[in-house]
């Protein structure tokens, strides 16, 4: 921990108690010379020891600023990726630029629960933005990944510093302290920060120089303002104020608000700064010893002044305006708050009377003098109340307007007006204001104040509140909203067990109103459902009550006292019958005996409501039925005792339904009569008693007596009754008609059954003649091989027979056989003669080409001689002269070439422009998603996507006027030397800001070079790539710093270079993404298909994953934590341990395939990655020769792979690797494979191993150790490529024998934007004063206005419509022919060069016409008219072939071919040959005594040229369809992406304008499951239930049952049988819980639940998993 220690000299650098820098020096014990180990050992724990001081004092700047205590220093890094921070620092200072709302993870609990999100960039970039806003220069900006990734934080701390001095500078914030030397850290933090700077070899910026580098980046002379700092100084030094008055009122200085009347307070500030200064410079220099100083480490900036000036100003202007308070003087104190120097905000004049008084309230409060902050803060509130005072009464009035008018809008209007300063008003609650403030009104009869208004929409809000919570369909919610005390609601009931009652209550009184067209319940409404839930749960509690008391009375086993507690009022018992009170005792106390026994409860159980109501009902049941049974028995024992019983009146009783007998045949009756009354007679001799009482018994063993005489019945036998033993019983009976029945129906089967038993005889007999038969088939399958063979050799015996008789035969018919043998063998020859013959026939073709074979092997010869020969012949270059001509297809395809060169460039453009808008569009929905803008943004930036298109297209020169021709013409030129002298862009790249470099590449420089369409445009592009790379590596940088662009070889890795990141986004682009694609798709695509992958070598998350599992899996909670500190404690679990190294092996086998393959793809490597490839590790060698040629190819290896590769690995669908449909996108485990891969070949390019907190994955490093050196011999073999000259066979002579000059395509602004530039920095550009570039910046001027070079001006507009006609005019596109003014350098040489290519075009026009051997020959021999008259045709076809070419496209035209001498007669044109010749001849470039072979064999080489020209053609025409595709094809992509877009956004205004209602019931299914408390318990499911005890989850029941909407389950809960609350749950919210790591969560408000053994039992028992 850092602690400042002010009052401790440590100016010695050595504070043992406190852990501070140790210095060996002032140990007596060391000896006073050291090593030079030594001296760096402590040198870099110096650097450690002051870096830590600069992070200590960023730390307590950004404390003073946001107002909030930040982590400890040596945590302070870590702290910052997240961006929070610094975002909020944003705010402090561009509070409009950085609103609070739209920092992420504000209070950062995402960030402390689940670490870094991508959404935390956000924050950094907002900070970028809030200090590009106040205007800090960009040279101190860090990179987002540099803070984000944790790659650069010095350069972050740096920036902070800058900040801060820069802020100070304006007045905006404080002073940041320098704490060198009066901080202390212990030695182990000062190693740890030490190894850390070690480890990333991070190079420490120039905090010391900041000052300094503000002051330069001042649009001033920086001389002069240098002299004038420090005559500032010197002046302050003297301690002379008026010294210093005239020092600081030096214009040089740039210094504001100097007032001559403060300059000795101007004195004093800037004399105690520069001693501090001072003091913090002697304290560094006797810490460090020698080390180098800068002049403004004892010298105060010119930023640090004008902070100082600042500070004077307004501490000054703060005082007087306290003493103007204090004086009760208005005047003094408007003027104050009005003066410019403090920068108050939002002063009226008119409010003055205002501030005074919170002024004063403020100052009294505080007990003295305010400063700036506070009267701020005074001024904002006294405004406030101004406005809220003058608005209030007229707010009041437009609200009684508006009600009085029965307006309801109006109502709700006036109500939201901020004047009225009235609670809260909901938009969903208009018709309930309206209609209850107009009762209110009319009761009063008269307006509404404010005071009753207030009331009055307090307690409508309120009610408005709980008709929301209702829509919600959430019991919590309207519990909360209740029981809100604006409500003025009475008796609500607190305990969430009331919440789903009041709920279904309030839901079905608005239904019920919603019938009459009201949607909403009144206040009183409201009141009156409370009290009914109320009452019912009262009654509730009371039948609770008397289920207890009846439990109590069947234990006691009295059957009154039973009957007394049936009949209770509150357990709403149905049928309670009390002369059925013994059977209810019994029975009840048996049913509980059974519950008692299949319960695994020790204790006594309870019987619930239902259960009790169901035994009364049994109870009832079975007494009607035996009184009905009893009845019935005894009735037909009086029809048997009676003399006159019939068959008819016995049938009659005994199927009397109440008595319940069976088995009874109508037929029978004479034979029941007789049977029964048998038995009656022979019961009545039995016993003597004869009582009036019969017993019955139940099933369940209870005996039932019932009086035959007077019908009474009883379930006790009632005192002094006697049983009648004379009745025959219902079994008795029942018995005597069973047996009469059976003997009855047996007679009757076998009369009605005598055919179906002669059919089963039938049966009998089949079956046992299928038994013989299948006997017989079975021996004959045992005995098969047996008769086969036997059968086989009867077949044998007959075939030979029949041979034998054939043999016979032929023997003799012996010339007959022979006859029929020759005739056969004529037939033969015959056949193959003619077969011969047509054979010629057929092959007459192939015949001719032998023939011609021999004809054109001469020619082929000729043609050798003419590709290989170093003198071909005339004769033989005769033959192939008409191969310089240009004929249709030569015009087609030059045509086509240059018409998809323009389509190209535009649908770059176009897609560039798609891109952007799209990731627009993304940002837009994401915020319309988190309600950060409105719908109709979207839908704005949608119809901007809609009306994209191609562009008008671009017009050429002659599309301007002629006035305007000239410039253009100039811009051609100027344009032309851009491109082809590399040395003038690579100048200006690096003599521009930075950050206008991106743009400058994307907007000039590509357009420039047609994004390297063709071969000539990329051999000039990869020309300015190599030198613009050896400019930044090897040469100085241009005005005042002195030093290389690269001091160390690793900022190429660490760093940015610009021409790095130049090359790699061409190379990404439209040429070099299809070898991206070629090289990475299938293994790419191998990892996102294959579902089974699933790499994940995190410990902690793999732990948690385990858990969730084994949980899931087993349906019982684990013994182990669900959260794990650190990698290490998770990497104690065998499981997690095997899981991590299962993924680790995974891992090495995916990285050594994708490595393989991209050695194997070298070939697929775009040759100008491999150029500049090649290049870098040509001038890193040149700049290092001490270098290791291994360190030189790491950084290759970093160019090629990590900025070249692993972006495309890492995120495929954005660089189109894979195809990803715009409604779908990547998974989170393909992108963490993925991911992990690219980790490891980072590894592997870089050579780093793993170890520290990645130490689990150590078992990588042998693997990452020997693919780097594989690695290593595939970037040699990478920058193995040939130079750009004989890779692409162009010279400076090429585009003057070109047949077509070059054409680009640029913007008006981006031809404007690069002539200002050139202008801008034309002195380091072209430092040279004959320098052609300043010859034709001449020519151009000053950049003209777009209507100055295109000519349109906007006529009877608006300034904003003039505004943004100019922004469309300057995006129109104009093509430029590049031509070269200058040629080819005019000397002599040049000049007999251009004599000898205008002689040798006229040579071969004659030539063509007239034949001859030599040169000579064919001038000296006239020309007959026939080979005039093919001269003329020969001049006038090429006249129209041109014509037609430029009439087709201007740009067409013939640069060499079309000369006015070639227009001569055939024998003028012979004589100016020869004349030419001579002149040649006197040069050395020909001579006659070879008869000008010279000039024939430069006929031969340009007719070859000619062929090698259209081949190139060929394959540039390929290259630009395949390009064309595959542009198209992204274009579609994106299409795609938009048609998506449009599709959300139809949506999303559709659910604006339809109101869907959502049903508040569901249907209950038949499959509901049911368990008690006890018994979820045991399952580990229910935890706890708060208000029960353990022993009493047995009388708590839950039902879970599937509702209509799919994952959807119902839970509803009973206690002894009553429902007390029902809740809905999601299954799918249950897994996003176990996804975030919840593993228990409440149910009922009141019950614990496990997450994932409730998950368990759902799968299992609804889903069958």
Not at 442 to 471: F, G, K, M, P, R
Not at 727 to 744: D, G
């Amino acid at each position: 921990m850092a602690t400042t220690n002010g009052d401790t000299d440590l100016a010695d650098g050595h504070n043992p108690q406190n852990g501070a820098v140790y210095d060996p020096t002032a140990d007596p014990y060391v000896p006073e010379r050291q090593s030079a180990d030594d001296m760096d050992e402590q040198r870099n724990k110096n650097i450690a020891y002051q870096y830590l001081c600069h992070l200590e004092e960023a730390k307590k700047w950004i404390e003073a600023c946001i107002d909030e205590e930040m982590p400890p220093t040596t945590e302070l890094e870590e702290g910052l990726r997240n961006g929070v921070y610094l975002a909020k620092l944003g705010h402090y200072y561009a509070p409009s630029k950085v609103p609070l709302k739209r920092i992420y993870d504000r209070e950062q609990t995402k960030y402390t629960s689940k670490g870094l999100h991508f959404r935390h960039t956000d924050n950094i970039n907002y900070w970028l933005r809030s200090m590009e806003d106040v205007g800090l220069p960009q040279i101190f900006y860090p990179e987002t990944t540099d803070v984000y990734d944790r790659k650069n934080m010095p350069r972050v701390v740096y920036c902070v510093h800058a900040l801060s001095l820069y802020l100070f500078k304006l007045g905006k914030a404080p002073q940041i302290q320098n704490l060198y030397g009066k901080v202390d850290f212990t030695e182990e933090e000062i190693s740890i920060m030490q190894m850390e700077l070690e480890k990333y070899g991070i190079q420490m910026p120039a905090f010391g120089k900041i000052g300094g580098i503000l002051a330069e980046n001042m649009s001033v002379d920086e001389a002069a303002l240098h002299a004038a700092v420090i005559a500032i100084n010197e002046a302050v030094e003297r301690e002379n104020a008026d010294e210093t008055l005239g020092a600081l009122q030096n214009a040089n200085a740039l210094l504001v608000n100097v007032d001559p009347e403060d300059k000795q307070e101007y004195q004093n500030e800037l004399f105690s700064a520069k001693e501090e200064k001072k003091e913090n410079a002697l304290n560094k220099s006797l810490r460090e010893g020698e080390v180098d100083s800068d002049v403004y480490d004892t010298l105060l900036t010119q930023a640090e002044i004008q902070g100082n000036i600042n500070k004077v100003n307004i501490a000054l202007e703060v005082a007087s305006l306290n003493e103007a308070l204090e004086n009760q003087n208005a005047n003094v104190v408007l003027k104050a708050l009005s003066n410019k120097i403090l920068g108050l905000k939002n002063v009226d004049p008119d409010n003055i009377e205002w501030y005074m008084k919170e002024l004063q309230a403020a100052r009294d409060a505080k007990g003295q003098r305010l400063d700036k902050d506070e009267i701020q803060a005074s001024i904002n509130a006294a405004n406030a109340k101004a406005k809220s005072e003058k608005d209030l009464s007229k707010a009041v009035a437009d609200i009684n307007a508006a009600i009085c008018a029965e307006n309801s809008a109006e109502t709700l209007k006036a109500l939201k007006r901020p004047e009225a300063n009235l609670p809260k008003v909901h938009d969903n609650g208009e018709q309930l204001y309206q209609s209850e403030l107009k009762e209110i009104r009319d009761t009063n009869e008269e307006d509404l104040n404010h005071q009753q208004l207030s009331v009055a929409v307090q307690v409508l809000s309120a009610v408005v509140l709980i008709n929301d919570a209702l829509n919600t369909g959430s019991s919590d919610e309207t519990i909360n909203a209740l029981l809100n005390p604006d409500a003025a609601l009475d008796d609500v009931e607190s305990d969430l067990s009331y919440a789903e009652r009041y709920y279904s209550t309030l839901t079905a009184a608005r239904q019920t109103k919603a019938e009459d067209g009201i949607n909403f319940l009144t206040q009183e409404e409201v009141q009156q459902c409370i009290e009914i839930v109320n009452q019912t749960v009262h009654e509730e509690q009371e039948r609770i009550l008397a289920i207890t008391a009846i439990n109590e009375a069947i234990d006691e086993g009295d059957a009154d006292m039973t009957l007394s507690a049936l009949q209770m009022q509150y357990a709403k018992l149905n049928d309670v019958e009390p002369h059925e009170a013994v059977l209810y005792q019994k029975q009840l106390h048996a049913e509980k005996e059974k519950k008692a026994a299949n319960s695994e409860d020790e204790s006594d159980p309870m019987l619930w409501l239902d259960e009790i109501q169901s035994t009364v009902n049994s109870c009832n049941k079975t007494a009607a039925d035996f009184n009905k049974l009893a009845y019935g028995v005894a009735l037909i024992n009086t029809v048997l005792s009676s003399p006159d019983a019939t068959p008819e009146s016995v049938m009659k009783v005994i199927t009397d339904s109440g008595v319940g007998l069976h088995s009874i045949t109508a037929e029978c009756g004479a034979e029941y009569l007789k049977e029964l009354t048998a038995a009656k007679k022979a019961k009545d001799l039995e016993g003597d008693e004869d009582g009036d009482w019969v017993c019955h018994t139940t099933k369940d063993g209870h005996n039932y007596y019932y009086n035959i005489k007077t019908n009474e019945s009883a379930w006790v036998l009632p005192e002094g009754a006697a049983l009648n033993c004379h009745q025959l019983t219902k079994e008795e009976i029942q018995a005597i008609l069973t047996r009469v029945t059976s003997a009855h129906d047996r007679q009757l089967l076998f009369k009605s059954n005598e055919d179906k038993i002669i059919t089963l005889q039938a049966h009998t007999r089949g079956m046992i003649a299928r038994k013989s038969f299948h006997e017989r088939m079975d021996f004959i399958r045992r005995q098969l091989p047996a008769i086969i063979k036997l059968q086989s050799w009867l077949k044998g015996v007959t075939q030979r027979r029949i041979y034998k008789d054939r043999l016979e035969y032929l023997n003799t018919q012996e010339e007959a056989t022979i006859k029929v043998q020759s005739l056969a063998r004529m037939m033969a020859a015959r056949n193959k003669y003619k077969k011969r013959q047509q054979y010629f026939r057929d092959h007459v073709k192939e015949v001719v080409q032998i023939q011609a074979f021999f004809r054109s092997n001469q020619a082929r010869n000729d043609y050798h001689i003419l590709i290989s020969s170093n003198n071909p012949p005339l004769k033989v270059v005769r033959k192939y002269m008409h191969l310089l001509d240009r004929n249709e297809m030569d015009l087609s395809e030059e045509l086509e070439l240059h018409g998809l060169k323009a389509k190209v460039v535009k649908q770059i453009r176009s897609n560039v422009q798609l891109e952007n808008d799209l990731s627009a569009m993304d940002i837009k929905i994401g915020l319309l998603v988190k309600n950060r803008i409105t719908l109709q943004d979207v839908v704005t930036h949608s119809k901007k996507l809609k009306t994209a298109d191609m562009g008008r297209p671009a017009s050429g020169i002659k599309s301007l006027s002629k006035e305007k021709r000239h410039m253009l013409e100039s811009y051609q030129h100027l344009f032309y030397q851009l491109q082809t002298n590399p040395n003038y862009l690579a100048k200006l790249i690096f003599a521009m800001p930075q950050v206008k470099t991106t743009k400058f590449l994307e907007s000039v420089i590509l357009s420039l070079y047609n994004y390297a369409a063709n071969q000539r445009e990329e051999y000039l592009l990869l020309k300015l790539f190599k030198t613009a790379l050896e400019e930044e590596i090897n040469h100085l940088l241009i005005g005042a710093e002195k030093g290389s662009k690269v001091d160390k070889m690793m900022e190429i890795i660490t760093g940015n270079p610009m021409v790095i990141k130049m090359v790699v986004t061409f190379n990404r682009g439209a040429k070099g993404q299809s070898s991206l694609r070629s090289i990475l798709q299938p293994l790419v695509k191998e990892i996102m298909d294959d579902k089974n992958i699933n790499i994940n070598t995190n410990p902690i998350d793999v732990y948690k994953t385990w858990i969730n599992q084994q949980e899931t899996e087993t349906g019982e909670a684990t013994d182990l934590p669900y959260e794990v500190s650190t990698a290490a404690a998770a990497m104690g679990h065998n499981e997690v341990t095997n899981r991590v190294q299962e993924s680790i092996t995974k891992l090495s086998s995916l990285s050594d395939k994708f490595l393989s393959s991209i050695i194997a793809a070298i070939d697929d490597i775009p040759y100008g990655m491999r150029y500049i490839a090649k290049t870098l590790r040509n001038s890193l060698t040149e700049k290092f020769p001490d270098a290791a040629s291994d360190d030189i190819l790491k950084i290759v290896g970093n160019l090629i792979y990590y900025r070249f590769m692993n972006p495309a690995i890492v995120a495929p669908d954005a660089f189109d690797i894979v195809d990803v449909g715009a409604q779908k996108g990547m998974t989170t485990e393909q992108r963490r494979n993925l991911g992990s891969i690219a980790k490891v070949l980072q590894s592997v390019a870089s050579g780093k191993t793993f170890g520290g907190d990645s130490d689990h994955l150590s078992g990588l490093n042998k693997f990452v150790l020997n693919a780097h050196e594989r690695f290593k011999a595939f970037c040699i073999k990478v920058c193995d490529v040939p130079e750009l000259d004989d890779r692409f066979n162009i010279n400076e002579y090429s585009d003057f024998v070109n047949p077509t000059k070059p054409v680009v395509y640029m913007s008006v602004q981006e031809i404007l934007d690069t002539h200002a530039l050139l202008m801008e920095h034309e002195e380091i550009v072209a430092p040279e004063t004959d320098d052609r570039l300043h010859e034709l910046l001449s020519d151009l001027g000053d950049p003209p206005s777009i209507q100055d070079l295109i000519g349109h001006a906007p006529v009877d507009t608006n300034e904003q419509q003039a505004e943004a006609l100019l922004t469309n005019l300057a995006k129109s596109e104009i093509s430029l022919t590049l031509t070269n003014k200058f040629e080819i350098a005019g000397d002599d040489d040049t000049d007999m060069v251009q004599l000898f290519i205008r002689t040798k075009r006229l040579l071969v026009d004659v030539i063509r016409v007239q034949p001859g051997e030599t040169v000579p020959q064919v001038l000296k021999t006239p020309a007959t008219e026939e080979q005039k008259d093919e001269h003329i045709a020969l001049v006038s076809k090429r006249v129209k072939q041109d014509e037609k070419a430029t009439k087709d496209d201007d740009k067409l035209q013939r640069t060499m071919s079309v000369l006015h001498d070639s227009k001569l007669p055939l024998e003028s044109i012979k004589r100016k040959i020869e004349k030419n010749l001579a002149t040649l001849e006197e040069a050395k470039h020909v001579s006659s005594s070879d008869n000008y072979q010279a000039m024939v064999t430069s006929i031969a080489h340009d007719i070859r040229n000619q062929r090698r020209y259209r081949n190139q053609r060929k394959q540039e025409l390929l290259k630009l369809r395949a390009t064309m595709n595959g542009l198209e094809s992204k274009s579609g992509f994106y299409q795609e992406q938009i048609d998506f877009y449009n599709k959300y956004i139809e949506t999303c205004m559709l659910n604006l304008q339809t109101k869907t209602k959502k049903s508040k019931e569901s249907k209950k299914k038949n499959e509901a499951i049911k368990y008690t408390g006890a018994r979820l318990h045991e399952k580990g499911i229910i935890l706890e239930i708060e208000g029960l005890s353990e022993n009493q989850f047995k009388n708590v029941l839950f039902e879970i049952s599937p509702v209509a909407l799919a994952g959807t389950f119902e839970v509803t809960a009973h206690f002894l049988g009553v429902k007390m609350d029902t809740v809905q749950i999601v299954f799918s919210d249950l897994l996003q819980l176990q996804y975030d790591g919840v593993a228990v969560m409440k149910m009922f408000s009141r019950a614990k639940v496990n997450v994932n053994l409730l998950i368990f039992l759902l799968n299992k028992k609804f889903y069958g998993k």
